[in-house]
């Protein structure tokens, strides 16, 4: 049998041997290594540390201005954040390695930083140094500045935001240069993180290059960054500059029972896969809720991406046990899915045949009287169906305020998708932090006005104070889409003029029932809703000014 001490030295050469790079990309494991391997590391005698840091990139460009030259560079993490409040180190040395210029420069809370010289003509070496910290690795960037040409900048412009499909065959991806001295004719090479060559163009007379890229050159699902380059030529410098992406598959969830009924007591199975368009995907958690939405269960793929669940139905459940199985994606690679809901009759024992005969009375009594209070109270059917848009915090603890964490998920108000979206802080000073789903980052202490938008969708902001109680370390941003705000014009609208036909007709059949101011904000609703455009705010307010002149009825028609 292994002594104790060399079952610990097993131990920790496991967690050592885990691809530190790969935990680099999914911070919230970290704690779960390194806490192990610390408490292990504590029991032996050589009681080795081991520091886990992100990496960090930094784009280095210059502009002149005569003879004076500016650089500039930011400085972000491998997932492409901004870095803010950081020391960088530049250095400007001549052809002959003569030191120019040596200043420290601190990174803004866009992570930018900025310094100068006056520079005769002739060939310089500039270098950006980040030292490194707790959490980052250090890093060095060099780049060549040719004084006797003119300076190049390219930019890089990516279809969605920076998300990738890679179901789609092909991604354009579109790179403009610009130079004092002309952007046609430019060699381009466009590159991914590792450096493998995705294509090569030429400018043509106003500087843009598009490169088609086939989707499978791009690798594999996850976060990644895009290189646009130029070796210019006798009269144009060099240049490069480097995007963030997400390269992500859908993917497709099952699950089911071969029972379709079963009796009270009795236990029924149910068997479902996760996989994407190439392969199954293992070892993912699959969450199993009922149409309530109370979480029943946790269950984990096979090799084969299967997972099976066995119940047992009870009183509670009903005539049918009803549930779904839910994939909530932990990485950018993967997008979260739900499987139909899978449904089981639950057939009673003889002695309570006459209880569940008594249930559908009893549902119809109570849904008149619910129809009724509604009635009285003249509130819309569907409203409460909705969940209400904005910012819903945790519950806060009873302990005292310590917490700088700002935490959660950006989702559609309506069917709780992940939304790409970007986080604005403003307080002591301004942070603007791109959203992929979920978000995690820490403030400095002060009242922040914290605002959450993406694209065809309503902001909603929060004014928080930093430290607090916990409450903002789970929240949830609803956003309503300016299309589902433009319909809601419209309906609140036909519930004035005709109501109770809101549920029962199409919009184009509405517009035939109302006066003409009602039918061309039905027309106006129509375009907003239905166009291939997202709409915007201004879309939005124009329709509730068209709502408002139409004016209120004299009297109600009659429903029908």
Known sequence: MPSETNLKSATLSYFLAIDVSAVTRHRASVRAIVLPLVFFASQTAAQPV????????????????????????????????????RRIRVRVVNAADFPILAEDATTDADGRFAVGAELESGTYTVSARFPGDDEYERLLVERRVDLEREEVRLLVRVPENGRLDLDQPTHAVRVQAECNAGASGLSLELLDEFDRNLGRAVTDESGVAVFSVAASALGNPGSGRLKARTRGDAARTDAQTEVPIVRYRATLLTFASENNSVKLGESVLFQGSLRDSQAPLQGRAIGIYDTSGEHRATVLTNGNGEFEWEAEPGHEDGPALEVVARFASDGPGRESSESPVASVSIRSPAEARALWALVPMLLCLLALGLLRRREAADAPARSSLVPSVGIQRARPTRKRAASRRVAGRLVDHRDGELLTGELRAEGPTTQVHRVPGRFDLELPDGRWRITLQAPGYAPTEETISVPHHGEWEAIEA?????????????????????PGRWSKATIHELRGELPARGN????????????????????????????????VPDRQPPLG
């Open 520 to 551: 061309a904000l039905g027309f106006a609703t129509e375009q907003a809703f239905y166009g291939p455009d997202d709409p915007n705010g201004a879309v939005v307010a124009s329709l509730e000014r068209q709502s408002e002149d139409a004016g």
């Open 50 to 85: 081991v520091h886990v840091r992100a990496e960090t990139r930094i784009e280095l460009q210059s502009e002149r201005d005569g003879t004076f030259v500016r650089f500039l560079g930011v400085l972000r993490d491998d997932l492409g954040d901004a870095l803010p409040h």
């Open 478 to 498: 609803r956003l309503e889409s300016w299309r589902a705000r433009a319909l809601s014009v419209f309906s609140r609208f036909v519930d004035r003029w005709l």
